[in-house]
């Protein structure tokens, strides 16, 4: 299991769009994914399940990301989340 | 192994949550078509168009139909829809939730996606005036 502390760092927060990218990050990969926020983990390859954690602009959330390609999940989602999701800001 | 979706829907709603869901995840897995159900349509004439819309969502697995209300004149036509031979699933109160959970397990056979879409459109609903 690996773990990873986040930042949410794009203005717009984890909205539909931003969701939407994480989960299609992550389902090209087979290890199980979580995302904790405000106390409440959500099935990180789930977008209703990210959206419901509504983790806006600087919010601190933590991945956990389980199983045999974890690695290569969390550096994926690690880069997604410093790349602010491709966004402008 | 790939189902296609049709959403048969009251005008106005099916493309429109083709067009949101083409927005947020951009490359749509699944083949989805939408079939808008004019107000004054006679159901009959519609079965034809509708069931080219079928044929077009079909990739040879089979169809769901996503149907906006249970009892309205599109679900009455998504009924029909399901005897002409293509093997049809349909799940009706379509959201974009539903939606986006069905073309987020696209990998799944047709049996499978009725009780992902159910759960999609079930969780999608939120009392929302916590804090």
């Given at each position: 299991?690996?773990?990873?502390?986040?930042?949410?760092?794009?203005?717009?927060?984890?909205?539909?769009r931003a969701t939407?990218?994480?989960?299609?990050?992550?389902?090209?990969?087979?290890?199980?994914?979580?995302?904790t926020a405000k106390g409440r983990e959500v099935n990180a390859k789930s977008i209703m399940g990210v959206m419901l954690l509504a983790a806006g602009y600087g919010s601190p959330v933590v991945l956990r990301v389980d199983g045999e390609d974890e690695a290569a999940a969390a550096?994926?989602?690690?880069?997604?989340?410093?790349?602010?999701?491709?966004e402008e800001s | 192994?790939?189902?296609?979706?049709?959403?048969?829907?009251?005008?106005?709603?099916?493309?429109?949550?083709?067009a949101v869901a083409t927005a947020l995840l951009r490359n749509l897995p699944l083949r989805v078509e939408a079939f808008e159900v004019p107000f004054?349509?006679?159901?009959?004439?519609?079965?034809?168009?509708?069931?080219?819309?079928?044929?077009?969502?079909?990739?040879?697995?089979?169809?769901?139909?996503l149907t906006d209300l249970y009892g309205a004149s599109p679900s009455n036509l998504a009924a029909?829809?399901?005897?002409?031979?293509t093997p049809v699933r349909r799940v009706?109160?379509?959201?974009?939730?539903?939606?986006l959970r069905v073309l987020n397990y696209a990998e799944l056979a047709l049996d499978a996606l009725p009780a992902v879409a159910a759960a999609g459109a079930r969780n999608g609903v939120v009392l929302d005036d916590a804090f």
């Amino acid at each position: 299991m690996i773990q990873r502390d986040l930042v949410v760092s794009n203005k717009l927060g984890l909205h539909a769009r931003a969701t939407a990218k994480l989960v299609q990050v992550l389902s090209g990969h087979r290890c199980n994914a979580t995302l904790t926020a405000k106390g409440r983990e959500v099935n990180a390859k789930s977008i209703m399940g990210v959206m419901l954690l509504a983790a806006g602009y600087g919010s601190p959330v933590v991945l956990r990301v389980d199983g045999e390609d974890e690695a290569a999940a969390a550096d994926a989602v690690v880069a997604l989340f410093e790349r602010r999701f491709d966004e402008e800001s | 192994m790939a189902a296609g979706i049709l959403l048969v829907t009251h005008p106005g709603i099916g493309t429109a949550l083709v067009a949101v869901a083409t927005a947020l995840l951009r490359n749509l897995p699944l083949r989805v078509e939408a079939f808008e159900v004019p107000f004054d349509a006679d159901p009959e004439q519609l079965l034809p168009q509708a069931s080219a819309a079928l044929r077009r969502a079909d990739s040879g697995d089979g169809v769901l139909v996503l149907t906006d209300l249970y009892g309205a004149s599109p679900s009455n036509l998504a009924a029909r829809l399901a005897h002409l031979g293509t093997p049809v699933r349909r799940v009706s109160s379509l959201n974009l939730p539903m939606l986006l959970r069905v073309l987020n397990y696209a990998e799944l056979a047709l049996d499978a996606l009725p009780a992902v879409a159910a759960a999609g459109a079930r969780n999608g609903v939120v009392l929302d005036d916590a804090f």
